[in-house]
Structures are given as C-alpha cells and as structure tokens.
C-alpha cells in the first residue's frame, strides 16, 4: 500500500478540478433551511497524516455543522467514560439497510437500536450524556473533543435555529419509541442536545483533526479507536455503507452537510466537504475524492 504522506499534491489538485464538476450532479438537502442555502460550489480538503503532515486544499477557512459526523465521536466519548460493557447493552453495533432515520428498523429490532451511527443509537447515546440540561451536555461533549483533538469545534445557533424551525418527525417517532419502551429519559432534552450535537461545526482541519483522534492518539485507548472504526466501516455511509465497505474499506463517516470523514489505519484521516449530496444522502464530490484516494493508495 502507497503512503498517504506521499500523495502527490499536483494529483490532489486535478481530483479537486474533476471533484468541482461531479459535484453539479448532487442536490442540497430540503429539510434543514440553512443547508439548503449553502453555496454548492464549496470544496475543501484536509489531509492529516500521524506524523502530522498536513495538506489541505480548497475552501480552508469556511465552517460547516458536523451533522452525523459527530456520531462516531459521541461514541467514543461515552467509551472513554462509561466503557463498552455498558455502552453496548444500550445500542448493538450491526449494519442496517433502512435510512438513518428509520422508525422501522427501530421496531423490527424491538426498541434495540441497530447501531450508533444511525439516529436512534445516536439518540439512544445522546440520553447517556451527563450535565443538567442540553447546553450543559453539548458542552461537556465540545470541551472534550476540543481538548483532545486540539481543534476548534462551536455550537453554530444560526444552524441549530434553522433545524429547530422546522419540526422533524422522524426524530420525534424515534424518540417516542425509545421512551415508551423504557430506553431513553428526558426525552425532551435528548432531543435537544441531539440537534445541538448535530450543529457543532468547524473547518475542514477541525474535521480531519478529530479523525486523527481514531488513528493514533496517546489520549485515546486504542481499543474504544478501534471499536469506533469498526463500527464506521461497516455503518458509516447510510445504505451506501456495505458498498463502501467493499469497494473502499476505510472507516467513514458522512453529514448530511456534506461531509465526509475516512481515516486510513495507521496512517491518517482525510476530510472532505462539498454540500451536494448523492440520493443516499453522501456528499457526491466527498465520496469522489476518496474513491480517487484509496484507489491511489491501494
Ligand atoms: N440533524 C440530522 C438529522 O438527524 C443529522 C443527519 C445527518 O447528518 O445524517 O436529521
């Protein structure tokens, strides 16, 4: 396998040039407002190798929301605090083939989330976060992702005000499913620090910063990383995921802002943002600069 340290920038930047292009295929997403007005020429990159070699290219200083990129992070958090015996009497960690945000599967799968990259395991999570209200939660989860992956994540309120105004009810369902089957408390609240959680945002290097925390981090035990990849690699990508999988087989997780989140073991994160998105809800320029990487690199 080719080294990710040795791509070769010139290459980078014809992928950038071909990427611009294979993103007037994709559409914005109608239900956030907000993302639906995003410029759709945005693209940016961030390379972070784990000897800290850094290439980035594109719209560098442009903040996005994380959306469900934060998923695979809010579980490593609740990891390193409460440990994989427990987190995983509450969640399992197989793939699901419904959208992440079915109700369906949730019910097929009596209450028992299928996984915690899709909304309900994710919402099932959020519940277990700590602090009085969900200010205090989000926080809690931004102070110490911020620390220990040296980046720069913010709550974005403009963003968090456009998903609050309108209502989501597949979010709702989820929630009301959890709560009558005894799995979440406060659901009011842990809905509200999902949506906060979801609008923490950053720059392409905050992104690819946090990757890092999956590839090599002294901080980080390296079981709950792998824990976390695994998990990403086979539930990363919506109902792309198996194909991903397959084809590409690195960790990923994607946004529906956008971006898109791989981390190649033992050598580095790679992230990428381009607002338009596949039918599957897959940034189509994100997705096109990684195949063109790992097809590079393998
Ligand atoms: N706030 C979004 C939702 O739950 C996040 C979705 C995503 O990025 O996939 O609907």
């Not at 295929?25 to 410029?39: H, V």
């Not at 929630?175 to 009558?180: A, F, K, S, V």
Request: hydrophobic share 40%; aromatic share 8%.
């Amino acid at each position: 396998m080719k080294q990710l340290s040795y791509l070769p920038l010139e290459q980078l930047s014809n992928w950038l040039l071909e990427a611009y292009q294979q993103a007037k295929k994709g559409k914005l997403p109608d239900y956030i407002p907000l993302l639906k007005q995003t410029d759709p020429s945005l693209l940016a990159i961030c390379i972070i190798t784990e000897n800290d070699n850094i290439l980035i290219e594109g719209d560098s200083q442009i903040t996005f929301p994380l959306m469900s990129i934060i998923k695979p992070f809010l579980l490593l958090y609740l990891l390193s605090k409460l440990g994989d015996n427990f987190i995983f009497q509450k969640v399992n960690s197989k793939p699901s083939n419904y959208p992440f945000n079915s109700l369906e599967q949730l019910q097929l799968d009596q209450g028992f989330p299928r996984n915690p990259m899709i909304n309900s395991g994710a919402l099932t999570l959020v519940s277990l976060l700590s602090g009085k209200d969900s200010n205090k939660r989000c926080h809690n989860l931004q102070q110490w992702l911020n620390k220990q992956s040296q980046s720069n994540l913010f709550l974005d309120e403009l963003m968090l005000n456009s998903v609050e105004s309108l209502p989501n009810p597949r979010n709702q369902a989820i929630i009301d499913e959890l709560t009558q089957r005894n799995h979440i408390k406060d659901p009011e609240i842990t809905l509200d620090t999902y949506n906060k959680i979801c609008c923490l945002s950053g720059t392409i290097i905050d992104l690819a910063k946090l990757g890092l925390l999956l590839v090599n981090s002294s901080n980080i035990s390296s079981e709950n990383a792998s824990i976390v990849r695994d998990i990403m690699t086979t539930c990363g990508l919506y109902q792309a995921s198996e194909d991903f999988a397959e084809k590409i087989g690195f960790p990923s997780k994607s946004g529906v802002s956008g971006a898109i989140l791989s981390i190649v073991p033992q050598q580095g994160a790679i992230a990428c943002y381009s607002p338009p998105l596949d039918a599957q809800g897959n940034s189509v320029a994100s997705s096109y600069l990684i195949r063109k990487i790992a097809n590079y690199l393998i």
